[in-house]
């Protein structure tokens, strides 16, 4: 068949586990032997590190374009090709990603690295999934669009999918988009890689939820009550005696079997009639108020709203229970105690659920547990993240970490003065909708922004100027804060620990030089004489910079006259010659 090679890679893998094995047994024998070593009389092969996780072979790796929207995985090549080639999916993604070539001719499958003064071979990859993909980008080059695109239309059957005119037109781009998009749809590539690699929300809830209430006081509260459940108690052998000792006396009973009621739930992503409601929001979203679903009749006000036409939608996922619309929800902030249920705690009312499909929205009567969704009527109860319940009864959830910090900072100042109002409200907005976003006031009155980047910075400024203030303004340069001071050991107040001086060194590229630099305060003393004589060392510089001025107009001067005795000399060995 087109794929007998199967069976010569079964063997090859064959060959290379029994030499394995054979070398393993080897060290083996070699460390058993009295007073052998490993490395004695046995070549040591290279350790062999961890099998990776991400693989393209596993087809838990992607390769596309987010911005023409298009991607596959190795395996939806493999299932084009396996009929084709008559060999097994499994067997020819593991090949496409692999060191093989296919030989057309011989219908088989073959090293591709390069034997006997033979030149290598074209892999597998490149020919079945690389090579595709770069043909239909030559039409960018100026080839012809409907020569190039249309026979992987009509060999795909993607006419049914296409209009007729998108290979007419005179976008190549946009005709290369619109058939790729077909073909490999980002959306399958991406949603099929997380259904077949990642658990289910049933399956990974017990795994998650001791993560997600994780913390001395939520882990202390859990194990009071003698809770029967398995994940309870590996949750309360986790807090020490301390804790336990250090617990309210005055919780009741029947607020702990709520509790534990409330994490078996958890733990098993329960969306039964009886479940407790628990929806964790991890962020708001803001939406065009116009954009929002509405039944026929209702009014467009789901929030309060803002005077930029925007609505922020809780963006969320229900871990227990299921989400009603109209249901009344407890908002318990990250720091929330259900010993104290009077603190830290709020209402509101869910007053639409919502399915996200990129920028489309589809109204939902309720969402069950598993399941993330968006939640209108909460603009005004969450800042940026919470912990939604049905009782008070109830722990928060973990909040959010993020790995990326603000770490560019700009100042704002509206181009007229009276925008000021609306710049102030514009970044409030701003704040809630990104994550990544601060803003505050400096010490000078100005308002700053800061952003995780240059590129988020240009993100979060359009955003800011076209959605939320909608007024002009200035941008400043990144500013810098210089917020450190070195005190030497006598400076150092009462209470205060001087670290000792830190060591850095750093090597020259070849090795040759090794350099520490360490550094100390100056004392008192001399600190202090050099801000008395601060104008004398102002002499001293500017006088060096007059003395360096000088002798490059001293140099200046004896280049030119170098230069015209040069050309005086030239000018009479001329006369002489003519002479």
């Not at 911005?67 to 190795?74: C, I, Q, T, V």
């Not at 203030?469 to 005190?487: H, I, N, T, W």
């Not at 150092?492 to 090795?511: D, R, Y």
Request: a negative charge; proline letters at 6%; charged letters at 20%.
């Amino acid at each position: 068949s087109a794929f007998d090679s199967e069976h010569f890679m079964r063997e090859a893998d064959a060959v290379l586990a029994a030499e394995q094995q054979q070398q393993q047994q080897q060290l083996q024998q070699a460390r058993d032997e009295p007073g052998g070593q490993a490395g004695d009389g046995v070549a040591q092969g290279p350790e062999q590190d961890e099998e990776d996780v991400f693989q393209p072979s596993k087809g838990n790796v992607a390769f596309g374009s987010a911005a023409d929207g298009w991607a596959f995985r190795l395996d939806q090549f493999a299932d084009m090709y396996s009929v084709k080639l008559g060999a097994k999916p499994a067997a020819l993604a593991a090949a496409l990603w692999g060191d093989w070539a296919y030989l057309p001719k011989e219908k088989r499958v073959v090293r591709a690295r390069a034997r006997g003064g033979q030149a290598a071979r074209r892999t597998m990859f490149v020919t079945f999934a690389l090579e595709p993909v770069w043909k239909a980008y030559s039409v960018c080059d100026g080839e012809d669009a409907k020569a190039v695109l249309g026979p992987i239309v009509s060999a795909r059957g993607l006419a049914a999918q296409l209009p007729a005119k998108v290979l007419q037109g005179t976008d190549p781009r946009a005709a290369l988009r619109a058939v790729l998009r077909a073909w490999l749809p980002l959306s399958e590539a991406v949603l099929g890689m997380t259904v077949a690699h990642l658990p289910s929300p049933a399956a990974a809830a017990p795994l998650r939820v001791p993560h997600l209430v994780d913390g001395g006081s939520n882990t202390a509260l859990l194990g009071m009550g003698g809770s029967s459940s398995a994940g309870i108690q590996s949750v309360a052998e986790a807090s020490s005696t301390a804790e336990q000792q250090q617990l309210d006396e005055a919780t009741s009973a029947e607020v702990q079997q709520q509790l534990e009621r409330t994490y078996s739930h958890l733990c098993a992503s329960s969306s039964a009639p009886d479940a407790p409601l628990v929806v964790f929001v991890s962020k708001m979203v803001s939406v065009p108020a116009n954009l929002l679903p509405r039944a026929p009749g209702e009014t467009p006000n789901l929030g309060a709203g803002n005077a930029a036409g925007e609505v922020f939608l809780a963006f969320g996922r229900v871990f227990s229970g299921v989400a009603r619309e109209g249901a009344r929800v407890h908002v318990l902030s990250a720091t929330y105690d259900p010993r104290l249920p009077g603190q830290q705690r709020q209402t509101a009312v869910l007053r639409g659920l919502y399915l996200m499909m990129g920028r489309a929205l589809e109204r939902l009567p309720a969402v069950p547990a598993g399941n993330v969704c968006a939640i209108a009527g909460l603009e005004t109860a969450i800042l940026k993240s919470a912990t939604l319940a049905g009782s008070p009864a109830a722990l928060p959830l973990a909040p959010m970490t993020f790995q990326a910090a603000p770490i560019v900072r700009v100042a704002l100042e509206p181009q007229a003065p009276g925008d000021m109002a609306a710049l102030a409200q514009g970044l409030l907005l701003l704040n809630r909708a990104d994550p990544f976003v601060e803003v505050g006031l400096s010490e000078k009155g100005e308002h700053l922004l800061g952003a995780a980047g240059e590129v988020h910075l240009e993100t979060v400024v359009k955003d800011l100027r076209e959605r939320f203030a909608r007024v002009d303004f200035q941008v400043s340069a990144p500013l810098v804060a210089f917020k450190e001071s070195v005190l030497s050991g006598g400076e150092a107040q009462e209470g205060v620990v001087i670290k000792p001086a830190k060591v850095v060194q750093a090597a020259t590229p070849s090795g040759c030089c090794l350099v520490r630099v360490k550094a100390h305060a100056l004392p008192a003393a001399t600190a202090a004489l050099l801000d008395e004589h601060s104008h004398l060392l102002r002499e001293l510089v500017e006088h060096h910079g007059s003395r360096q001025q000088q002798l490059q107009l001293q140099h200046g001067k004896q280049a030119a006259a170098a230069a015209a005795s040069w050309r005086h000399q030239r000018r009479s060995l001329d006369g002489n010659d003519g002479s």
